[in-house]
């Protein structure tokens, strides 16, 4: 749901990028002899956007070469996904060989895929499934503790910010004399807040035009509720207790969407319409001097073809919550994400399991996760250690460094969105009472107490026990990765 009504973005031009930073992985030759075991055969694929269709024709030769067979590509909106596979499944008539989709939906999926290990066991494969990041894998993979999908995009959110801003030393001496302390991107959500207001309305840049403090993905459809999860998050939140109670109106959630009112006052117009593409123009544009956006817009903001900030950015992890003893908490959040599946009706299971076994090869993932017109991010650990990922672009080594440390960073200490049946109601629920308070229609407090009890309405509909189960599969995974309700982040104790 992120990136697609954006136009495809433009190859990056060689005086930024080094060429053999982006040089495909060889092709595997063409077989002398013997027949292909899938010719004629047209697999086809739910890719979602262009961008991710290219992903699988890249390696068309080497699926050509080796199993004969020929994809066809059905880019199906992401807000029309979920509902035309669900509806395929139920009719066991399924339109496509390789659906992709978000984690989120996993546990709705689940018993309509074919385990992928089942398919690497019998067609004796290797997905490589020990170089997948173990969040990735707990979360993103199984359900119920069985392997139903393969990774193709690990999304993150990571904060981005213009150097000019953050280094000018009129901007540090207002700053100090403003609120007490030193102007660097902030490390708390606090910080980040007391930014936004200073920025705003300043010539930050040295452009001899205010610009704005911050802005955000407010629009709705799910973009409110995860730019709010950010800051919920990091305040300490999960999604529920182990009984299913919801925890997103406690002191983490309500200070959460408190932070977000905050920034209001100093945003862009437009902002409660901003999608993937809006707010990541606003801030390779020069508009914003911060942003936390998906971790493509690092590789837009070093684009020439689009940016106005080529050179001009920094990456960390986003902002947590400082406690007493000095240490920052932080949850960074990992929106959407897809993932791979194959469903169990698809007659052609052999022929998909292959194909996706070749586009998920290590070498294969790291080189698209390089590339800036699939806006794929990486989610095997040997990409994350790549010196190829440490060394993006050779003329900003900085730049470099400090995104690939937080992409690394965010891959090991990030959160989940929300993985049990029903997913799709339950935010949409929480995003439809965080936008009303967006609008000020409604506090904090009333807007996250009418989605807790949304939420329960939600639960009690789809049966309170089967939904506590699910909850707790998921819950149970995040708690193997330390990842737990922690009350007294947001009580500053």
């Keep these: 749901m992120k990136r697609f009504s954006f136009l495809t973005i433009l190859v990056l031009l060689g005086l930024v990028f080094s060429t053999s930073a982006f040089a495909p992985p060889a092709q595997t030759p063409e077989p002398t002899a013997g027949p292909k075991p899938f010719e004629g055969l047209t697999l086809k694929i739910s890719s979602i956007a262009d961008a991710y269709a290219s992903v699988f024709r890249g390696k068309e030769a080497d699926i050509s070469s080796q199993l004969g067979l020929r994809m066809e590509f059905d880019n199906t909106p992401p807000q029309d996904a979920y509902n035309k596979d669900m509806l395929d499944f139920a009719a066991g008539t399924p339109t496509h060989d390789i659906v992709l989709f978000e984690p989120a939906w996993l546990a709705d999926y689940a018993p309509y895929l074919e385990p992928i290990e089942n398919l690497a066991k019998q067609f004796n494969l290797d997905y490589k499934l020990d170089d997948v990041s173990p969040l990735f894998k707990l979360t993103y993979m199984q359900w119920n503790g069985v392997i139903y999908t393969v990774p193709f995009d690990g999304d993150q959110h990571v904060l981005f910010y213009n150097t000019d801003a953050f280094n000018s030393e009129k901007n540090k001496a207002d700053f100090k ?286 049966g309170a026990d089967k939904q506590k189960v699910a909850w707790n599969l998921e819950y149970d995974q995040m708690k193997k990765l330390s990842i737990k309700y922690e009350p007294d982040v947001a009580l500053g104790k």
Excluded at 389 to 414: C, H, I, V, Y
């Design 177 to 462: 004399a403003q609120f007490g302390y030193d102007l660097v991107p902030p490390d708390t959500w606090d910080q980040y807040a007391d930014m936004a207001k200073f920025f705003s309305g300043r010539d930050w840049a040295g452009t001899g035009k205010p610009g704005y403090g911050a802005a955000e993905a407010w629009q709705r459809g799910g973009y409110a509720f995860w730019w709010w999860a950010d800051k919920f998050l990091a305040y300490g939140g999960v999604w529920f207790d182990e009984n299913m109670k919801p925890l997103i109106n406690s002191p983490a959630g309500v200070k959460a969407l408190e932070n977000t009112l905050a920034i209001k006052p100093y945003v862009p117009p437009g902002t409660a319409n901003f999608g993937y593409p809006e707010l990541e123009n606003s801030f390779i544009k020069g508009d914003i001097p911060m942003v936390i956006q998906w971790t493509s817009t690092g590789k837009s903001a070093m684009d020439p073809t689009m940016s106005l900030i080529v050179g001009k950015v920094g990456a960390k992890l986003s902002p947590g919550v400082k406690r007493p003893d000095g240490s920052i908490f932080r949850r960074p959040g990992l929106p959407t994400g897809w993932v791979a599946g194959i469903p169990k009706d698809s007659p052609n299971k052999e022929a998909a399991a292959r194909v996706l076994a070749i586009i998920s090869q290590p070498d294969w993932a790291l080189h698209v996760a390089l590339l800036p017109t699939t806006y794929v991010d990486p989610w095997r650990q040997s990409s994350f250690s790549s010196p190829q990922f440490a060394n993006q672009w050779p003329a900003f080594p900085d730049f470099s460094k400090q995104f690939a440390e937080a992409l690394s960073k965010t891959a090991e200490t990030g959160c989940p969105d929300l993985q049990v049946p029903g997913t799709f109601e339950y935010w949409n629920a929480a995003d439809t009472e965080i936008s009303a308070a967006i609008a000020g229609n409604k506090t904090a407090q009333q807007a996250l107490d009418d989605a807790a009890a949304e939420w329960d309405n939600i639960t009690q509909r789809l």
